[in-house]
């Protein structure tokens, strides 16, 4: 495996296992910092592979690659959380650093370690319990009232892994998938809640930690397609409330990089937390263009312990797009349609290939009027995408 090119001076390599759209969005903040980037990538035309010029290809499962890539790097992080505990373990023997830890990814790997090391803290959560049997469910059903929301504990994202469901036989094929494999299901009550929210912060090896505003997130069809930085209208102690529970989640799990903590926010003023993310995130890209420093530099930053710079927002709102794939391959006439129509939108394509329901890009814009800026980065985003032509 070449080995990357060291930058004079004695700046440090950061290697990235996985070679996607956040392993790609980390060349920039990389180069202004003076770091080298290098990444195990899944293919030469991987995201991150066409940007980042130090880009081995090798599988995140194989370990002698793995290990091979990682001797070459100051310090070790990830574009996903699917590296296998045996690969995970090989690094650890072999003295590399990683950010985050083990110790702390496994909370982010299986969402049923993540349920009981939260509940154990006191930490707001959905009511939930682990099921191997249809009486299992039915029970819990029952308690907790129909329906119900299933999650396999490994491997979901993006809606894929979770499925609402009315009644246990709804979940024979799960549960007979999962009792072959040695493993359970995640159950948790239907949760009534207002909207999502989302706290970023990032915690660095040295503990200190920076945390962004709370945002608003929106789905559709189990995928996020719009966050608005901050979140409108949200309740000053919800918030900071919110944001103590995730940096106290960030310090008891020993999380180093940036971590994201999905959240629902209840009638009541309350929220609970849905789910963990422990690398840049989604929810996060907004701060690439609307705060002083965007969640991309402060992943970099954190895992090599520099300090952590500031996450105060630019401007007075931020609103974030999702462009996913559709009827259109061709990205490059609609990307400079939008960049004329409207050059306030910023627009970042991640050199995918188009697939329907595909994330393949996102776009921010920012100003003072949420209204306005949600027309025009959904009509941006629409654009690339196809859904309009006008």
């Known amino acids: 495996m070449t080995a990357p090119l060291r930058a004079p001076g004695g700046f440090p390599v950061v290697g990235i296992i996985g070679g996607g759209q956040l392993a790609r969005m980390c060349a920039g903040p990389a180069a202004e910092l003076g770091l080298t980037l290098s990444v195990l990538a899944e293919a030469a035309d991987s995201s991150a592979a066409l940007v980042i010029p130090s880009a081995p290809v090798g599988a995140h499962s194989d370990v002698e690659a793995v290990l091979a890539f990682a001797r070459e790097c100051d310090v070790v992080t990830f574009d996903h959380e699917h590296v296998p505990a045996d690969v995970l373990a090989a690094l ?24 009981e090391r939260l509940t154990a803290l006191g930490i707001p959560c959905p009511r939930w319990t682990e099921v191997h049997t249809t009486a299992e469910v039915t029970v819990f059903g029952d308690d907790v009232g129909w329906p119900v929301v299933a999650k396999t504990p490994r491997g979901g994202y993006d809606g894929k892994g979770v499925r609402v469901v009315g009644a246990a036989d709804e979940l024979t094929d799960w549960l007979e998938r999962a009792s072959a494999e040695g493993s359970s299901l995640l159950l948790e009550e239907m949760v009534g809640f207002t909207r999502e929210i ?33 979140a409108p209208g949200i ?41 963990l ?11 690439m263009d609307g705060a ?22 630019r401007h007075a709102w931020t609103v974030m797009g999702n462009i996913l794939g559709g009827e259109h391959p061709e990205l490059y006439p609609a990307y400079r349609h ?28 920012s100003g003072d009027s949420v209204a306005d800026l949600r027309r025009r980065a959904r009509h941006a985003a629409d654009y690339i995408e196809g859904a309009v032509t006008e």
């Open 338 to 365: 939008v960049m004329a129509r409207d050059p306030e939108v910023k627009a970042h394509l991640y050199g995918k290939g188009v697939r329907r329901g595909r994330k393949i890009g996102h776009v921010n814009v």
């Open 92 to 115: 650890a023997d072999a003295g590399v650093p990683m950010h985050p830890t083990p110790e702390a990814l496994v909370f982010a790997q299986d969402k049923l370690a993540m349920r």
């Open 235 to 275: 309740d000053p102690d919800l918030a900071a409330r919110a944001t103590e529970a995730g940096l106290r989640v960030a310090g008891e799990l020993g999380v180093t990089g940036v971590l994201a903590v999905e959240m629902f926010e209840l009638p009541d003023g309350g929220f609970v937390v849905n789910e």
């Open 277 to 287: 993310a422990m690398r840049p995130h989604n929810s996060g890209h907004w701060s």
């Open 198 to 230: 989302a706290v970023l912060l990032a915690r660095s090896p040295s503990g200190q930690a920076a945390a962004w505003p709370v945002v608003e997130t929106v789905q559709t069809d189990g995928i996020c397609t719009e966050v608005i930085a901050p």
């Open 292 to 313: 002083v420093t965007g969640q991309f530099e402060q992943h970099l930053r954190a895992v090599l312990d520099l300090p952590l710079g500031s996450p105060r927002p």
